[in-house]
């Protein structure tokens, strides 16, 4: 395993901020974006521009030396850019357009649970005890949120709409890892944005999603929000997330995954005038904490397992943080 590079504390916390804010306040974008521009044309447009503009940098800087991306390699990012854009985001960003940010942050925050789940049933990977109990956990707190709906009729649709964003991520970064990709982090990425992209944008056209877009409709907030989703949400913070993963110890950085929910919960109240309700205080609480034990277990095993000369950015996985 590459041990992380040397950084200054200041520095290294600087880049946490960063992760914890841009990361937590996407969804806040998507909440915004969502009020005036159809959520699946959202997708498609931000992910088409911000992949297409990547692995253009990508190729300019050198990144397309070793050759164009074979067939193989682009049927990946087809499939994963699917799991992650066309699902995990034009899911999500529909389930937004009926549901606070802060719940849909709850709801994605739980795709390290199904990672867990996928990695062991197609991937034969071991699931340990402190694990085990984070799934329990986890899926107990989706009950807390998702039980009520189902009973009474409520946001049900919405709310299974965002847990199957949460599937779709888990699974196309399952498959992530043994699916064949260049080695560059930063094209892969490109290729998964721009695929996936392309896949809701085509759904969005086949749906009528797109015919209801009309730019004399759109607020200046939503269009404010699409700039800060493409701009800031996917381009600085995969930038950020890439430099973490070299400087910052693997614990450290997964914390990303249980602060991301909690920052958008509180700043869907206060930014947006959200109201928390104590259920998804309870609810959320128990994800959270579910999700922190599976990332913990997974964090000691990868530790335990890797071994001294293998890259510890050598799986495509970084990718799918670029889809927030």
Request: charged residues 10%.
């Amino acid at each position: 395993m590459i041990r992380p590079t040397r950084t200054s504390p200041a520095l290294l916390s600087a880049g946490l901020a960063t992760i914890y804010l841009v990361w937590g306040t996407t969804y806040l974008g998507i909440r915004v974006g969502v009020e005036t521009i159809p959520p699946f044309f959202l997708s498609g447009i931000r992910y088409l521009l911000a992949g297409g503009l990547l692995f253009t940098l990508v190729a300019l800087r050198g990144g397309l030396a070793g050759g164009w991306p074979s067939a193989r390699q682009w049927l990946s990012a087809v499939l994963t850019g699917t799991g992650l854009v066309a699902i995990g985001n034009g899911a999500l960003s529909w389930g937004e357009q009926y549901l606070p940010s802060g719940p849909a942050a709850i709801f994605i925050a739980t795709v390290p649970i199904w990672m867990a789940i996928l990695g062991r049933v197609f991937l034969k990977e071991r699931i340990g005890l402190l694990a085990s109990i984070g799934l329990a956990i986890g899926l107990g707190g989706l009950v807390v949120l998702v039980g009520p709906a189902a009973l009474k009729g409520g946001d049900l649709v919405p709310m299974l709409a965002c847990v199957a964003a949460a599937i779709g991520w888990g699974a196309a970064t399952v498959y992530s890892r043994v699916a064949p990709f260049p080695n560059n982090p930063f094209q892969v990425a490109g290729m998964q944005m721009f695929a996936g992209g392309a896949v809701v944008f085509v759904f969005s056209l086949l749906s009528g999603d797109a015919a209801r877009f009309h730019l004399g409709t759109v607020s200046t907030r939503s269009e404010l929000a699409f700039l800060y989703l493409l701009l800031v949400g996917a381009i600085l913070g995969f930038g950020v997330y890439i430099w973490l993963v070299k400087v910052a110890p693997l614990p450290l950085l997964s914390t990303y995954a249980y602060v991301n929910p909690v920052v958008a919960v509180v700043l869907g109240h206060f930014l947006l005038g959200e109201q928390v309700s104590l259920r998804t205080v309870i609810g959320g609480g128990v994800i959270v904490l579910g999700v922190a034990l599976v990332v913990a277990s997974r964090s000691i095993n990868e530790t335990r397992a890797e071994p001294a000369d293998r890259p510890r950015l050598g799986e495509p996985e970084p990718a799918a943080s670029a889809s927030r």
